[in-house]
Nanobody
Framework: QVQLVESGGGLVQAGGSLSLSCVASGIIFRIARMGWYRQASGKQRELVAVDTYGGSTNYADSVKGRFIISRDNAKNTVDLQMNSLKPEDTAVYLC???????????WGQGTQVTVSS
């Protein structure tokens, strides 16, 4: 059983920073792609940042230069450092893992990030 467990998040003022972490369990091999999506109230889920092992790292245009994704491939963890946060970054942030590209994916339960103005 694959599980993704997130930690971090919370409430921060605009301009502040938060860090999210996600650990995947139930997978013994290196995960091909991991990253973060977010879903604001009443809006569709959107990509924030994803990292593909041996490939590229992709960021949403809205977070480029402010957010940094990092992975520990040996531990199957992925972190998201969020800087210069804006109220529009407020959302539930969900960890994403695609163990083998094109063969299914998994989601964490989500963690709330709230940025006050």
């Amino acid at each position: 059983q694959v599980q993704l467990v997130e930690s971090g998040g919370g409430l921060v003022q605009a301009g502040g920073s938060l860090s999210l972490s996600c650990v995947a369990s139930g997978i013994i091999f290196r995960i091909a792609r991991m990253g973060w999506y977010r879903q604001a109230s009443g809006k569709q889920r959107e990509l924030v940042a994803v990292d593909t092992y041996g490939g590229s790292t992709n960021y949403a245009d809205s977070v480029k230069g402010r957010f940094i994704i990092s992975r520990d491939n040996a531990k199957n963890t992925v972190d998201l450092q969020m800087n210069s946060l804006k109220p529009e970054d407020t959302a539930v942030y969900l960890c994403y893992a695609e163990p083998r590209l094109g063969y299914g994916y998994y989601w964490g339960q989500g963690t709330q990030v709230t940025v006050s103005s």
